[in-house]
């Protein structure tokens, strides 16, 4: 066979990569059926499946030469992905920190996937580039970050958390040597992805001092000062510390004034880890408790915990935009053409990704769909639905109660009149996961098993808090019956 009939062959094998509009519109349409019939359902839907098997369907549908119907491989996603584990796409997903899935952002991204712009480098897409600086700026706004900040749209905290402390590693001069002596400061109950990020960015051997936390679990600041001096006075190098705007156990905020203020009189890198609750500024009545963010040298937030988005989208804000570009910036002969658009900086110049997902669509559109009120408002909603928990919950006899909560998460447990709580409180958790009408998690706080209700889920209203109230009850009669 010559060279041209086999290029022949293989054009019009390869041209089903490249489906007509009809053909395309088929996929589009089975998948918007599908979608809808998904979100519609949603409310008769379990939240929490633990009984419909692990997905081991799958092995059915071994990857293969030749083509599978939509119908059937739509089948598949409903029984063995959409049905087994936990839906977070329900309103009755109170555990861990909810997540998003607004429409809207699904939409983008099919948008960005079809048109699939390169949104890494600034020459090569100069608007998708554009937009995602034009989204830090406005989450900078949000925060009371200055308008020179720099920043990156990640696929979530944990690498936004890592770009932070390598630009304040670098920043700061934390090189091999200086490692055994240049300490780091956070409480237990900062996020682990802080300590990954710190093992990955190889300072692992640096020491960490676990901050006290007051009867909030909220950082000690006298506590952190006093290890400061203590540090400095035997010699170390105190260089980061790393606070939380909401602490994902208990939803605790930092005092994150005094901190800034701590910081900068011993000269650290202050890390503020918002990737559950930095959003929670755009709510009026919660700027002043939030004001300190606004004093970070760098700042996370997660647009899918925060602005309801699917998962995928997190955000680091860096104030030192030439530190941020020193710890990521890389020049490669192959892209000399790049190298003159310097009007904005480049996502591939900030983070570790070269080529990148264009982010950014998901975020942009939602928020000029419908305007910002709206993610206000449910902010808002959230908040007020844990403080209404809070309350409703101490109303059942035999349930205490954490703190008042400072953002959206509710930690309490029961305590039975006999027998270890501890076990109790497990066997709760088990059972409300049995009953499925709502997902509920735990965590050990102050060494004791705690059952947390955290409320983000934007189709969480009021209804699923009072059905949330209901299971308690009727798990809490049941274990005691048995
Ligand atoms: C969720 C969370 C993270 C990690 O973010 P991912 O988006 O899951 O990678 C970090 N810090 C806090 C406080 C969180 O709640």
Redesign the pocket.
């Known amino acids: 066979m010559d060279l041209l009939t086999r290029l022949q062959e293989l054009e019009t094998l390869s041209r089903t990569l490249d489906p007509s509009r009809a053909e395309r519109e088929q996929v589009l349409n089975a998948a918007s059926r599908y979608a809808n019939d998904f979100v519609d359902g949603i409310n008769d839907l379990p939240v929490y499946v633990g009984n419909a098997g692990t997905g081991e369907g799958l092995y059915d549908l071994p990857i293969a030469e030749s083509p599978r119907p939509m119908a059937s491989l739509l089948a598949t996603l409903r029984s063995e992905i959409d049905t087994p584990g936990i839906n977070p796409a329900s309103g009755g997903h109170l555990g861990y920190?909810p997540g998003g899935g607004i429409p809207h952002s699904a939409v983008a991204d099919y948008l960005a996937a079809i048109t699939n712009r390169y949104a890494g480098v600034f020459f090569a897409s100069p608007g998708a580039v554009r937009l995602e600086n034009l989204l830090i700026r406005w989450m900078a706004d949000v925060v009371g970050f200055p308008e020179t900040t720099a920043g990156n749209l990640t696929s979530?905290?944990?690498i936004a958390?890592l770009i932070g402390i390598v630009t304040a590693r670098d920043a700061r001069g934390v090189t091999a040597r200086e490692i055994p002596r240049s300490v780091v400061y956070a409480t237990t109950h900062a996020?682990h992805?802080v300590d990954k990020a710190l093992r990955i960015a190889g300072l692992k051997e640096c020491p960490l001092r676990h901050v006290p936390m007051d009867a909030h679990y909220r950082m000690d600041a006298t506590a952190l000062d006093a290890l400061i001096a203590a540090d400095r006075a035997a010699g170390l190098r105190p260089w980061l510390v790393i606070a939380?705007a909401?602490?994902?156990d208990v939803g605790a905020i930092d005092p994150l004034d005094a901190i800034a203020e701590i910081a900068a009189r011993h000269e650290l890198w202050f890390h503020c880890?918002g990737?559950?609750g930095g959003f929670f500024a755009l709510v009026p009545e919660l700027r002043a408790r939030l004001r300190g963010m606004a004093r970070a040298d760098s700042l996370i937030m997660?647009p899918?915990?925060g602005l309801f988005l699917p998962y995928g989208s997190?955000a680091v804000l860096v104030k030192d935009k030439p530190a941020m570009l020193d710890a990521h910036h890389y020049m490669a002969h192959y892209m000399q053409d790049t190298a003159d658009a310097r009007e904005e900086a480049s996502p591939a110049d900030l983070s570790p990704e070269l080529t990148k997902h264009f982010r950014g669509l998901r975020l942009w559109l939602p928020l000029q769909l419908l305007g910002v009120a709206p993610f206000r408002a449910a902010l808002e909603e959230k908040v007020l639905l844990a403080r209404h928990f809070h309350h409703a919950i101490q109303q059942i006899p035999g349930f205490e109660v954490g703190p008042v909560p400072d953002l959206s998460v509710v930690t309490f447990r029961y305590v039975p009149p006999r027998g270890d709580a501890d076990a109790f409180n497990q066997r709760l958790v088990q059972a409300i996961h049995r009953d499925g009408r709502v997902f509920l998690s735990s965590s050990l706080i102050g060494g004791r098993f705690t059952v947390r209700l955290a409320v983000l889920a934007f189709r969480t209203h009021l209804e699923h808090i009072d059905t949330a109230l209901t299971v308690l009850q009727d798990a809490v009669a049941h274990l005691q019956e048995s």
């Open positions: 920190i979530g905290g944990s958390n996020h992805s939380s909401g602490t994902t880890d990737a559950y997660d899918h915990k997190g």
